[in-house]
């Protein structure tokens, strides 16, 4: 990657945590995005995703890094630190 490349792009490290929701009558119970925090840097992230999935009230916590394309603000696929507990399939992200 080039100094140009680097200029044009904007990495995010987010923490992003989970909570059960129960969805009523079905029974079926569902994740509903609970906290999101930004570090900056993959590490911190990291980290906050594992101590947060250790809380008795955190479902499950993934910690992911996003590209944004400063010049078209199109951001790409998260590409995932660490996924802990129950977390949502990728598709339903």
Known sequence: MSNSDNATQKFHYICQTYVEKDAGRAG????KIDKQF???NANDAQNRAEREAIRDDCAGAD?????EDLGTGEVEAPSFLVRLG????????
């Open 28 to 31: 079926q119970v569902t994740l």
């Open 38 to 40: 930004e570090y900056s």
């Open 63 to 67: 910690a992911y890094m996003l590209c």
């Open 86 to 93: 129950n977390v949502p399939e990728f598709d339903e992200f």
